[in-house]
């Protein structure tokens, strides 16, 4: 077992964390953000609800247990998530606009940094912090799961606790 | 010895710790020959349980042979073999004398920690972090067993330990949530969570008579097990239609069942993608420590007057708990960690007579060694796990 992920670092946001975040990182750019970065009303805020509300949107596509309609994999998501922060942080360079001040594009830089982070801590597999090897465990395990689990009958007697008057009754006899 | 201790969140790890000792009278040292995992122990994996140090002994469902008794034990001899109930309890507290034994007064050395969280002590707990005694837990070679002379329930016949040893917690949890639904025959029961300990409050739902007991969980194989060994006769996954409450309402003629089980506890989820992303944000960013998808769900779906029995764990504190659907459908809330020796000897007379086979539960069995992998195994739900057993 190691403690680190394949890619050398823990790797703890598993698919449903990542799903959660998505979805409150996504509204909160489409509602409070602007105002809260004191950009209302310009060319910067518009662009960040934009990119608020195209992640929200395909997170909701996104096959991962929080999305609705699970059309988009969920490692081709992450791929959208790291292409849409490049493309979010080049925006006021391309567009220009960074020459208007500093809250012209440090949001955009501040944004891409925090979801490049994310996508580092985040399991591609889905499965968050999991560790084990599956295979070491087939080996090692005494059991057959699917001969326990599928094969044979009833382990227990329909109503032969109800017969002996429950649990109480049983010790007493 | 070798023992399985915990070494931080999502960390177990198999290290040489000092072998236990007697220290009081009523002490004894077993032997272990069979541990498990159990679900609870994922909330101390999980890093939802507070009070946990690293190094602490895991394992709170064990059995094994004394090897070593103190002179106030006198109903065990070197050589017996025996189940250890989960709970640490004198027998002799005002709450033990009522068979409340999760409740003893005298147990936990930390009661004040406890007394803190939930206005009275709980007993002490084997491995269950220091809130319950910081108690050194069996999955280890060795245990050190104090209040022997209450606890531990010997074992006189060739019944495998995978028959036996789930007498130490989930058989008489599943009971106990079984027992609290009032069953007298006919009755349609709905268990939430079909873990280890929802398959054993189905299957007790069942040997007491429920006419239909509805399984409700987001992974086939367990509704399979469910069906096929535990007697379940309907199964429902929330993965594929996360409204439970109205399935089970159609299910029931719109009445809903008689009694719901809530055997999932503080780490429930839900179907539903919206909730599911708040409840994991809170519990994510300690805003609430208990999930409440599935107790919420239990109690909507109960019938007017019907019975909500609680045995899945719960630590702290949950958000939007549906106080008025509980008070205006006139429900009974009835919950409680098991008071596991009031159960051991009448279960394990069913068990001798044949009534139930509790091995059934058990698709891994692993050495001590393997119990890293055992515990990654079980919390991700892979290659069909349902009840891991670790031999020392």
Redesign the interface.
């Known amino acids: 077992m190691t403690e680190n992920s394949s890619a050398g670092w823990p790797r703890p946001i598993d698919s449903i964390l990542h799903g959660a975040t998505d979805y409150t990182v996504g509204a909160t750019l489409v509602t409070m953000f602007p105002r809260l970065a004191r950009i209302e009303g310009t060319r910067a805020a518009r662009q960040i609800r934009i990119a608020g509300a195209v992640h929200a949107g395909y997170s909701a596509l996104t096959d991962y247990p929080l999305g609705i309609v699970k059309a988009i994999p969920y490692r081709a998501h992450l791929a959208i998530d790291a292409i849409g922060a490049l493309a979010l942080a080049a925006t006021p360079f391309v567009t220009g606009q960074f020459r208007r001040g500093r809250d012209q594009w440090v949001p955009h830089v501040a944004l891409s940094a925090f979801e490049l982070s994310s996508l580092a801590l985040s399991d591609p597999t889905g499965r968050g912090d999991y560790k084990a090897d599956v295979e070491a465990v087939r080996r090692a395990n005494m059991e057959d799961p699917a001969r326990k689990i599928h094969e044979g009958g009833l382990a227990v007697t329909p109503g032969a606790a109800a017969t002996n008057g429950g649990a109480t009754a049983a010790a007493t006899a | 010895m070798r023992a399985n201790v915990w070494s931080g969140r ?2 177990v790890q198999v290290e040489n710790v000092p072998d236990p000792k007697i220290l009081n009278d009523r002490d004894a040292i077993v032997k272990i020959t069979s541990t498990a995992i159990c679900g609870s122990d994922l909330h101390l994996y999980d890093g939802y349980i507070p009070t946990m140090k690293k190094g602490d002994i895991l394992g709170h469902e064990f059995m094994g042979e004394v090897v070593e008794t103190g002179r106030g034990v006198s109903n065990l001899a070197v050589g017996d073999r025996v189940v250890v109930p989960f709970p640490i309890a004198c027998g002799q507290c005002a709450n033990c004398r009522n068979e409340l034994y999760s409740a003893c007064e005298n147990s936990n050395p930390n009661a004040g920690l406890a007394e803190k969280m939930f206005g009275h002590p709980t007993c002490g707990i084997f491995g269950y972090s220091h809130l319950t005694g910081g108690y050194a837990g069996g999955q280890a070679e060795y245990a050190r067993v104090p209040y022997a002379d209450v606890g531990p329930m010997k074992i006189e016949d060739d019944l495998t330990d995978e028959q036996v040893l789930f007498l130490s917690d989930i058989f008489p949890t599943g ?1 106990m949530g079984a ?1 609290f639904c009032e ?3 006919g009755e349609c029961i709905a268990v939430f969570g079909a873990g280890p300990v929802g398959q054993f409050a189905i ?2 739902a ?4 429920a006419e239909r007991v509805i399984a409700i969980d987001q992974f086939d ?1 367990r509704l ?2 469910a069906r ?4 379940a006769t309907d199964t429902i996954n929330f993965d594929a239609d996360p409204d439970v409450v109205e399935q089970l309402k159609v299910m029931t003629g719109g009445r809903g069942p008689d009694a719901v089980i809530d055997a999932v506890g503080m780490e429930s ?1 839900s179907g539903h ?2 909730l ?3 409840e ?2 809170k519990q ?1 960013s300690r805003q609430e420590t208990d999930s409440g998808a599935a107790l919420r769900d239990a109690i909507l779906a109960c019938r007017p007057g019907g019975i909500v029995s609680v045995i899945g764990v719960y630590g702290g504190l949950m958000d939007k708990f549906p106080m008025g659907a509980l008070m205006n459908k006139g429900l009974s809330l009835k919950t409680g960690q098991c008071h596991v020796h009031r ?1 051991m ?3 394990y ?2 068990v001798k ?8 539960v ?6 001590l060694g ?1 119990a ?6 079980f919390k ?1 739900k ?5 009840k891991v057993v670790l ?1 020392p």
Request: aromatic content about 8%; hydrophobic content about 30%.
């Open positions: 999502n960390t009971y027992e069953i007298t025959g299957a007790s069942v040997m007491l008579g194989y399979e097990m096929n060994k535990a007697g989820v993608a919206p599911q992303a708040i994991r944000l994510a159960y000897k009448p279960l007379e069913h007579q044949g009534h139930i086979d509790p091995s059934f058990v698709t891994h069995k692993l050495g393997e890293p992998n055992g515990f990654e195994t991700h892979e290659d069909e796990c349902v031999k």
